[in-house]
T-cell receptor, first 111, second 110 residues
């Protein structure tokens, strides 16, 4: 089975902190994605990557950056956390083309 | 940019009734995918449609991809309590970018 693992299930951070969310997949998938999920807004794409060191902006990249130094790992960085970044963050990976497999999510609260 | 709109946002049915959710894209899609998210869980991939006009079935679920490859629907016949959850469509533009609709939350009265 495909496994996508996110480093934390719950996180509480202070406003202004730099936050790292880590995601690892074990199926050699080319594509990896970061979404945030908020009630009534569905899943919104923040960034995606189709290869090592390659990244593309999604629909809401402001305030975020990403890193993909190894194929299996895709990190989401909040440069200076703000309260409006409180959300559920979901990482996913997929073959090209193919369905996406999601991690269990990280619920981030910024206080 | 590409937008994927999904309606309705919520649907409440009696067990045994049918359910349909609709998905529309502002651009032509290379494929469309459907996911189910149970309460408290993460989205789980159900199916992918690639061809114009394609129809696929999974037991009581029927998935359609429009002729213009800009719309899709998911129909559940005779809903059961195990069908509860939020159903998302997701459209691929090009090879990589995967954009989700807002989802339809299905609740069922037993």
């Amino acid at each position: 089975d495909v496994k996508v693992t996110q480093s934390s299930r719950y996180l509480v951070k202070r406003t202004g902190e730099k936050v790292f969310l880590e995601c690892v997949q074990d199926m050699d998938h080319e594509n990896m994605f970061w979404y945030r999920q908020d009630p009534g807004l569905g899943l919104r794409l923040i960034y995606f990557s189709y290869d090592v060191k390659m990244k593309e902006k999604g629909d809401i990249p402001e305030g975020y950056s990403v890193s993909r130094e190894k194929k299996e790992r895709f990190s989401l960085i909040l440069e200076s956390a703000s309260t409006n970044q409180t959300s559920m963050y979901l990482c996913a990976s997929s073959l090209n083309p193919g369905g996406a497999f999601f991690g269990q999510g990280t619920r981030l609260t910024v206080v | 940019g590409q937008q994927v709109m999904q309606i309705p946002q919520y649907q409440h049915v009696q067990e045994g009734e049918d359910f349909t959710t609709y998905c529309n894209s502002s651009t032509t899609l290379s494929n469309i995918q459907w996911y189910k998210q149970r309460p408290g869980g993460h989205p789980v991939f159900l199916i992918q449609l690639v061809k114009s006009g394609e129809v696929k079935k999974q037991k009581r679920l029927t998935f359609q991809f429009g002729e213009a490859k800009k719309n899709s629907s998911l129909h559940i016949t005779a809903t059961q309590t195990t069908d509860v959850g939020t159903y998302f469509c997701a459209g691929r533009q090009g090879a990589q970018k995967l954009v989700f609709g807002q989802g339809t939350r299905l609740t069922i009265n037993p």
